[in-house]
Structure formats: C-alpha cells, structure tokens
C-alpha cells in the first residue's frame, strides 16, 4: 500500500541532513488522537460524532461494522486459505533482512511469527554476506510491549558515535500502536539498555538530531498543549537541549509560523568532527526554507529557490535538486536551471555565496525522466534515475570543474533502489526488484566498482506463465498515461479476466515496478491481472508531472486514471463486471472519487485509509498540510472546487454503486479514520451495501505488524475474489 509521506519533503530532507543513522522496517516489508474540535463546520453534518476517534458512540459503530464484515468475509472458505499464504510469505524466514551499517556491523529490524512487534538486532558485515547470518539481539520489542503493558511499534533510531567508536547512544522512537506520533527515549548500544536518567520525550511528531554527545536539537509538542504546534499538528518550534538538564529548560533556537507546515533541526558535519546547526521551515508541504546557525545568535537562509530538496554536502559542495525552473543571475550573466534538475554550489559554514557564483548542473532529466534518489558515498555521489519508469544508477565523480558519471552495471527493466550508502562507509547496499523478479540486494563499491548479490528473495510465486507489458492510454486533455499489465500468457480478451487496478496520484510518489509475494500468490497465480496506472499526480516523470494535477487542476488525476480504466474494458482485457480498483491514502481519495463520478465502471472498489471529506480535511489531524495539493477550503475558488470533487458530498443516494470495502484504522494519527467512517455511514443510511474493517492499531498503514497485514491482505483478496472471479471460477 503506498502511502503518502507523513511529513513534508523538507522533513524527508531534514532527516537526511541530520546524519542519522536509522535502522527501520524496510519499505518492503508492509508492516490516535482525539480530533481537535473544528471552529465551524462546512455544513450541516450529522455524522460529526464519527470524527471523535475514541468516542464510546462511534466505536460502538466501528465494532457493529467490523463484526459484520469479518463475519461475511471470513465465512468464505477462501479466505482461511489466503490467509494461510499471506502469513507464510509475510512471516517466512527467507525474507531479505535489509539492513544499516556502521563500523562493519549490519543492524536490521525483523519481524516473523514468533517476533511480532520485532527485533533490533546487529551482524558483522561478514556473517550478513553468508546464507546464515548470526544474529545478536539489541532489543526486544515483544518483552519491552509486555513489561511495560504498551503496543510498541518501532518507528527507527537515530544514532551518535562518541569520540571511542563503541560508544553508541541511539533515540529510539516507540509508537503506541503504529501512530505516527512517538515516545523517544535513549538507548545504550554498549549494555543494550535504556539510558537512567537519558534523553526522553514524551509522545509527539517529534523531529530530534545530534550535535555532540551532550546535546540535541529538537523539534516537539512543547509542554504538550499543542500551542507550539503548527496549524498541521507538526512542530513550529525548535529548542537545543543539553544533557543533565530537563527538557522544560531547552533554549530557543528557531520559531516558525502557525501557518507553516513545520520546522525541524538538521546537523552537518565540519571537517573537524563538529556539526553545523539549522533548521528547515516547510511553509507549505512542497516548500522549504533552510536556516543555518554559524553561530549561537545568527541565523543566516541559504539562497536557494522555494522548491528545493537539500541532498547533502559532498567535497565542499552543497548538492540539491529543484522542483521549479530558476534563474541566476552572476556578475553580467544570467543562467537558467530546468525542473527535475540536480545541481551543486560552493558552500561555506557562514553561508556565503559570492556574487560571482553560479550551481554547477550534475544532471538534467529529459521530460520521461525524474530523479529518484541521491545518496553520498565515500568519493561518489549515486543517483537513482526513473528512465520511462525504469530503474537506473549512475555514480558522479568531480574531476576539475567537471562532473563525470558513469552508469552503474545493474539489471536492467525493473526498479533499482539505493537500500543503504553512507559517506563514513565503504559498502552501498542497492536493492533491485520487476514485477516477476523477486528482490536482489547488491553490495557495490566506489573504491573497486564491484558488485556483488548478496541475498536474494525466493520465487513466492509460479510467474512462469505471466507476462509484463508496458502500455499507454490517451486521456481526456490528449495527454499520453502509461502503465503496467501482468497477466496470464494467451489469455482471451473476451472481458472476462479478474483485473486489480492500482492508483495513487498525488504527492509526487512515483509508482514503480514491484515485487510482491502477497499479489502474486494470492492474485496473478489465481488468473487475476493486475494494472499500475502511472498518473499524473505521482512523480515519474518529475515534478511538472506531479504539478500538472494540483488544486484546482486536480480533475487531470481523475481523467488520467479513468482513461486507463476504459482502455482495459476497451480492450476487451477485462469488463466492468470483472474490473476492481485499489487505493490508499491519498489513492484512498482517488477511489471515492471514482465511486463518486465513474461508479458505472467497476465493480469493486477497496478505499484504504482514505481521505473523502474534501471541505473539512484541512480541519483534522495533519489535514492542513496538504492544502499545498488539494487546494484550500478557505479559498473560495479552490473551495468551488473541492465541493464539486469531495466524495463525501458527492455520495447520491439514488445512485448504483458497486459494494465498496471501507479499510482504515484507529491509531491513523495522519489520515482521520473519520472520514472512511462518515462515507460508510451514507452508504449504510442510504440501505447501500458496503464492508467495512478498521484495525484498532497499525496507524496509517492499518497495520501495527506482519500478522495483522496477512489478515488484512487475506480479506481484501476475498473480496476481490467474490466481487471479480465469481463468473470466471464457475
């Protein structure tokens, strides 16, 4: 499920930038709060008692709901058998354990059907290149949740080398049940225990860095009361705090707005070990301001344009992509930079840019091209390139004034993924994955340029009568929107064939190919098809892309994914009938509206931790962060807009539509699980059928660990099975 980010690009940024070392789940492996009460409503809404999460009325209706479609669901002989396959993939030995390195060690997170909420836990570089690699066991995070009576998931840490290299004290990030919101509290890698009287803070979207052993830099809900929280529930304030002291006495480095989006710390470090102290303010979800402090009482903005992703400092260079064309002007002379562009600047600790200096472009994509990823290595910088939606990865080198790259030797037709680099480290990790190519975890490295496969993901799946193509289909303004097709090999177009089609659309989130165990064998093996719509809105082909469905322009998004919907039925592949549609997050918005204005073309329709109230989204939880994408209530010609697209006040009680499956969670503290709640709730007044599963726990992913994924997973290919294949297995 993809889900859109919980925090700006600035934030994703941020993180880079601080130098953390952050041993996570992998993203291939799928792993709240009370709602503060709006003002003023949109409008006369009788379903307002659905947003009060943990209110006694509305769970009372979630539980009713959720007995009501496990009972339906789960009484499908299938469904135990899909189950069945989704916990031996999802739990199975044989998974990659994607890893972080430091100092010749592997620290991996790892969950299976003994270790439900995980392991943290560390290799030598040598036993991690073995088939048996031996494991030593950091924390526990099953006995941590039962000593302390709390669901913790593990949301990552972020660690900090003291002069003697052992010296580890790592931030680990405990989440309640999944949320995005988390408790941090210091840990010792040394005695694999938690640090008496250590850095802690309280449960919040938090943002914490290093700058030397005894001090941190933080970003968090101050005192709790959330009046140093932006208008997006992100922090807007942050403070340096030193060890020994509490965390009420931390001194003021930095306040934003309470219209911002956030602020958060970052750290470089100097060549002398020491680190450089800033901050970045995200005023909207897609713009950044970076601060740097060269020292206590100055804070000087580097001068770079709105739409700007830092990637890092490489040999003196401040290296950053733009999401804008931007012009220089040096001296006498003008310069131009294209969107999508990679570019390098002289930098200095004072943040001086002389008037003669002009960014150096490393790389420019073409209009079928969008920059992935950058990551720093020791003399290299590695960029993963989307060429046409496929994977590739080039090494840049500086020679003189002029940048050198040279494409790495990887496979090619898939996606390639940089897993782990790190400029302190000699070994790059690159993971590699097609729809039909299970995963590959390579070693390269810059000195030697050597590659090496290091694991590899058993076949989960019989893909050998399944074939992938790639094809394109004319939207409604004439533009060309691509996508993926994996099916049967010979199979009839008699409009017959089961077929899932995927779309997310938004936040320049790239759909890419994707190698799933889950889909494969509980999907394609069966006869299913399966369709990747690349639309506007997402990030394949780089920003203008992304920008071309914003706001109020947003009805491209719908166009292009309602294109590659007819072109299916058109093309005889599949028929309403047996055409299914899958979404989440903001993809969940994208199936309210293909309920809402295309209900005709479906006949199932899985909405997952969605978005659908479009005139009080800005109003809950992390809502009015992505005023920057949809557009704002507030404004009335955006608010003209998002009135005629909300799916909530669109529903027509009149109308047919095909059974939707509603899925979200309590614990999603990013999406309001309201308005999956609300929009079932017209179906339900309306005497509509519809199903409906919310997960207590798991947060935005509706899902706390691997066992509530299979359950997850298993009902929702149950559905499909019944709404899709019922002709077909006859």
Same mark, same amino acid.
């Given at each position: 499920m993809e889900l859109f980010r919980s925090l700006s690009i600035?934030?994703?940024?941020? #993180?880079? #930038?601080?130098?953390?070392?952050?041993?996570?789940?992998?993203?291939?492996?799928?792993?709240?709060?009370?709602?503060?009460?709006?003002?003023?409503?949109? +409008?006369? &809404?009788?379903? #307002?008692?659905?947003?009060?999460?943990?209110?006694?009325?509305?769970?009372?209706?979630?539980?009713?709901? +959720?007995?009501?479609?496990?009972?339906?669901?789960?009484? +499908?002989?299938?469904?135990?058998?899909?189950?069945?396959?989704?916990?031996?993939?999802? +739990?199975?030995?044989?998974?990659?354990?994607?890893?972080?390195?430091?100092?010749?060690?592997?620290?991996?997170?790892?969950q299976d059907a003994t270790n439900i909420r995980g392991l943290w836990r560390r290799t030598t570089l040598e036993s991690y290149a073995s088939e048996a690699p031996q494991w030593e066991t950091i924390l526990d995070f099953d006995k941590l949740a039962e000593s302390e009576g709390k669901n913790w998931v593990y949301k990552g840490a972020n660690c900090y080398t003291a002069k003697a290299k052992a010296d580890y004290k790592c931030l680990i990030s405990l989440s309640n049940g999944g949320k995005d919101a988390v408790v941090i509290r210091e840990f010792d890698l040394a005695s694999k225990s938690f640090v008496n009287d250590g850095f802690t803070l309280p449960e919040a979207k938090s943002g914490v860095t290093w700058v030397d052993y005894n001090t941190l830099l933080v970003a968090t809900d101050w005192g709790g009361d959330g009046s140093t929280l932006t208008d997006s529930r992100y922090p807007s304030v942050v403070k340096r705090w030193q060890r020994g002291t509490s965390l009420s006495d931390a001194t003021t480095l930095f306040s934003g707005n309470k219209t911002d989006v956030g602020v958060w710390p970052f750290t470089q470090e100097r060549d002398d070990g020491t680190r450089l102290e800033g901050v970045v303010v995200a005023p909207t979800f897609f713009t950044s301001e970076y601060y740097i402090f060269p020292s206590d009482d100055e804070a000087i903005r580097l001068p770079l344009p709105e739409k700007t992703d830092i990637e890092g400092w490489f040999e003196g260079q401040l290296i950053f992509t733009i999401k804008q064309d931007w012009t220089v002007e040096a001296g006498a002379s003008t310069t131009h930079y294209s969107t999508g562009s990679l570019l390098a600047m002289p930098f200095t600790e004072a943040g001086e840019i002389t008037p003669d200096t002009v960014p150096e472009v490393i790389f420019e994509p073409n209009d079928r091209q969008a920059i992935e990823g950058v990551s720093m290595t020791q003399g290299q910088l590695l960029m993963t390139l989307s060429d046409n939606v496929v994977g590739k990865v080039f090494a840049f080198t500086k020679a003189g004034n002029q940048w050198q790259r040279e494409q790495l030797d990887l496979p090619a037709n898939g996606t390639l993924s940089v897993s782990f680099a790190d400029k302190d480290e000699s070994t790059v990790l690159i993971n590699y994955e097609g729809f039909l190519t299970p995963d590959s975890l390579m070693s390269y490295s810059p000195q030697s340029g050597k590659i090496e496969t290091l694991k590899s993901l058993p076949s989960w799946f019989n893909s050998d009568d399944l074939v992938v193509e790639q094809k394109e289909a004319k939207s409604k303004?004439?533009?060309?929107?691509?996508?993926?097709?994996?099916?049967?090999?010979?199979?009839?177009? &008699?409009?017959?064939?089961?077929?899932?089609?995927?779309?997310?659309?938004?936040?320049?989130?790239?759909?890419?190919?994707?190698?799933?165990?889950?889909?494969?064998?509980?999907?394609?093996?069966?006869?299913?098809?399966?369709?990747?719509?690349?639309?506007?809105? @997402?990030?394949?082909? @780089?920003?203008?892309?992304?920008?071309?469905? #914003?706001?109020?322009?947003?009805?491209?998004?719908?166009?292009?994914?309602?294109?590659?919907?007819?072109?299916?039925?058109?093309?005889?592949?599949?028929?309403?009938?047996?055409?299914?549609?899958?979404?989440?997050?903001?993809?969940?918005?994208?199936?309210?509206?293909?309920?809402?204005?295309?209900?005709?073309?479906?006949?199932?329709?899985?909405?997952?931790?969605?978005?659908?109230?479009?005139?009080?989204?800005?109003?809950?939880?992390? @809502?009015?962060?992505?005023?920057?994408?949809?557009?704002?209530?507030?404004?009335?010609?955006?608010?003209?807009?998002?009135?005629?697209?909300?799916?909530?006040?669109?529903?027509?009680?009149?109308?047919?539509?095909?059974?939707?499956?509603?899925?979200?969670?309590?614990?999603?503290?990013?999406?309001?699980?309201?308005?999956?709640?609300?929009m079932a709730k017209l179906f339900e007044a309306a005497g509509k059928p519809f199903l409906y599963y919310e997960n207590i726990d798991g947060g935005h992913s509706a899902a706390a660990n691997q066992q509530e994924t299979a359950k997850r997973v298993a009902l929702e290919f149950t559905y499909l099975t019944e709404k899709l294949m019922a002709e077909s297995t006859e």
């Amino acid at each position: 499920m993809e889900l859109f980010r919980s925090l700006s690009i600035a934030v994703a940024t941020a #993180l880079v #930038l601080s130098g953390c070392m952050t041993p996570q789940p992998s993203a291939k492996e799928e792993t709240a709060s009370a709602v503060t009460p709006a003002t003023s409503a949109t +409008n006369e &809404d009788p379903y #307002l008692w659905l947003e009060e999460v943990e209110g006694d009325r509305a769970l009372n209706w979630v539980q009713q709901q +959720n007995q009501r479609t496990l009972a339906d669901l789960q009484a +499908n002989p299938i469904y135990a058998d899909l189950n069945e396959q989704a916990l031996e993939v999802v +739990n199975s030995s044989e998974r990659i354990p994607y890893g972080t390195i430091r100092d010749g060690y592997v620290y991996n997170f790892w969950q299976d059907a003994t270790n439900i909420r995980g392991l943290w836990r560390r290799t030598t570089l040598e036993s991690y290149a073995s088939e048996a690699p031996q494991w030593e066991t950091i924390l526990d995070f099953d006995k941590l949740a039962e000593s302390e009576g709390k669901n913790w998931v593990y949301k990552g840490a972020n660690c900090y080398t003291a002069k003697a290299k052992a010296d580890y004290k790592c931030l680990i990030s405990l989440s309640n049940g999944g949320k995005d919101a988390v408790v941090i509290r210091e840990f010792d890698l040394a005695s694999k225990s938690f640090v008496n009287d250590g850095f802690t803070l309280p449960e919040a979207k938090s943002g914490v860095t290093w700058v030397d052993y005894n001090t941190l830099l933080v970003a968090t809900d101050w005192g709790g009361d959330g009046s140093t929280l932006t208008d997006s529930r992100y922090p807007s304030v942050v403070k340096r705090w030193q060890r020994g002291t509490s965390l009420s006495d931390a001194t003021t480095l930095f306040s934003g707005n309470k219209t911002d989006v956030g602020v958060w710390p970052f750290t470089q470090e100097r060549d002398d070990g020491t680190r450089l102290e800033g901050v970045v303010v995200a005023p909207t979800f897609f713009t950044s301001e970076y601060y740097i402090f060269p020292s206590d009482d100055e804070a000087i903005r580097l001068p770079l344009p709105e739409k700007t992703d830092i990637e890092g400092w490489f040999e003196g260079q401040l290296i950053f992509t733009i999401k804008q064309d931007w012009t220089v002007e040096a001296g006498a002379s003008t310069t131009h930079y294209s969107t999508g562009s990679l570019l390098a600047m002289p930098f200095t600790e004072a943040g001086e840019i002389t008037p003669d200096t002009v960014p150096e472009v490393i790389f420019e994509p073409n209009d079928r091209q969008a920059i992935e990823g950058v990551s720093m290595t020791q003399g290299q910088l590695l960029m993963t390139l989307s060429d046409n939606v496929v994977g590739k990865v080039f090494a840049f080198t500086k020679a003189g004034n002029q940048w050198q790259r040279e494409q790495l030797d990887l496979p090619a037709n898939g996606t390639l993924s940089v897993s782990f680099a790190d400029k302190d480290e000699s070994t790059v990790l690159i993971n590699y994955e097609g729809f039909l190519t299970p995963d590959s975890l390579m070693s390269y490295s810059p000195q030697s340029g050597k590659i090496e496969t290091l694991k590899s993901l058993p076949s989960w799946f019989n893909s050998d009568d399944l074939v992938v193509e790639q094809k394109e289909a004319k939207s409604k303004d004439g533009t060309m929107v691509p996508f993926f097709v994996i099916h049967k090999k010979g199979i009839e177009h &008699d409009g017959k064939t089961p077929t899932l089609l995927y779309g997310y659309g938004g936040f320049q989130i790239s759909m890419r190919p994707s190698y799933s165990g889950l889909r494969g064998k509980l999907w394609l093996e069966r006869g299913g098809a399966f369709v990747l719509a690349n639309i506007r809105g @997402g990030g394949e082909f @780089g920003p203008k892309w992304h920008q071309a469905g #914003l706001k109020t322009n947003r009805q491209v998004v719908y166009d292009d994914f309602i294109a590659v919907g007819e072109w299916l039925i058109d093309h005889k592949l599949t028929s309403p009938q047996h055409l299914g549609i899958q979404g989440g997050s903001n993809g969940g918005l994208l199936m309210g509206v293909m309920l809402t204005q295309r209900p005709d073309l479906w006949n199932a329709v899985i909405v997952q931790v969605p978005l659908l109230d479009m005139l009080r989204f800005h109003l809950l939880l992390a @809502g009015a962060s992505w005023v920057g994408e949809y557009g704002s209530p507030e404004v009335p010609e955006e608010r003209e807009w998002l009135e005629k697209m909300s799916p909530y006040h669109n529903f027509d009680a009149d109308a047919d539509y095909p059974e939707p499956f509603f899925v979200t969670s309590t614990k999603d503290d990013r999406v309001h699980p309201g308005h999956a709640r609300k929009m079932a709730k017209l179906f339900e007044a309306a005497g509509k059928p519809f199903l409906y599963y919310e997960n207590i726990d798991g947060g935005h992913s509706a899902a706390a660990n691997q066992q509530e994924t299979a359950k997850r997973v298993a009902l929702e290919f149950t559905y499909l099975t019944e709404k899709l294949m019922a002709e077909s297995t006859e």
